[in-house]
């Protein structure tokens, strides 16, 4: 099985900007994988941010935004707040299997 | 607007079976798949595998096979995911999804599955 690999975790200070990303054992992460990113909070269900690598959904604040960068899916989040401090999961897809990542622990200090 | 409701919290032996349900409403539950995620304490988030409410048809990982078994009720809109032969490492908390624009636009509240020795 494919392993989807993140940073274990990240520091942001408020108001500034930080890059997740997300790249595969199998090779680049491209649009075809339909790349997707997820916050999850403690004690709350995931929630989709970014679809099909750079769609936002209704919910996702504007400092959000999703791309392919250097053969890896990423995530970039300008103007840290301190309510972004939470796991951020991103998911591959594989001709209809999915994996996950390990997950980024993200801090806004 | 699209919901997806859990059932209650489990407590299971080792060994035994637990069935986590997931009824939904909002949208034509035969359009689109239903997902099944967990989180497992100090492992993150894991694919269960994903059921067509429409066919029936299920897929898994290869990790999982032979051990989930996800079924449908299209009466009722609702998606069953049945995990046996449970250890203390499948102690987590279970999720179902779906979506329109993509597959896991909407999550179900999670319910925890606690598995004692």
């Known amino acids: 099985q494919a392993v989807v690999t993140q940073e274990p975790s990240l520091t942001v200070s408020p108001g500034g900007t930080v890059t997740l990303t997300c790249g595969s054992n199998t090779g680049p992460v491209t649009s075809g994988h339909s790349p997707l990113w997820l916050q999850q909070k403690p004690g709350q269900a995931p929630r989709t941010f970014i679809s099909?690598?750079?769609i936002k959904h209704s919910w996702t604040p504007a400092r959000f935004s999703g791309s392919l960068l250097g053969g890896k899916a990423a995530l970039t989040l300008s103007g840290a707040q301190p309510e972004d401090e939470a796991e951020y999961y991103c998911?591959?897809?594989?001709?209809?299997?999915?994996?996950f990542g390990g997950g980024t622990k993200l801090t806004v200090l | 607007q699209v919901q997806l409701v859990q059932s209650g919290a489990e407590v299971k032996k080792a060994g035994a079976s637990v069935r986590v349900s997931c009824q939904t409403s909002g949208y034509s539950f035969t359009t689109f798949y239903i997902h099944w995620v967990r989180h497992v304490p100090g492992q993150g988030l894991q694919w269960l595998g994903r059921i067509n409410p429409y066919s029936g048809g299920a897929e898994s990982p290869q990790r999982f096979q032979g051990r989930v078994t996800m079924t449908r009720d299209t009466s009722l809109n609702t998606a069953y995911m049945d995990l046996d032969r449970l250890s203390s490492d499948d102690t987590g908390v279970y999720y179902c999804?779906?979506?329109?624009?993509?597959?896991?636009?909407?999550w179900g509240q999670g319910t925890l599955v606690t598995v004692s020795s």
């Open positions: 099909n690598t750079n």
């Open positions: 998911l591959v897809s594989y001709s209809g299997a999915h994996v």
């Open positions: 999804a779906t979506g329109t624009a993509s597959p896991f636009d909407f």
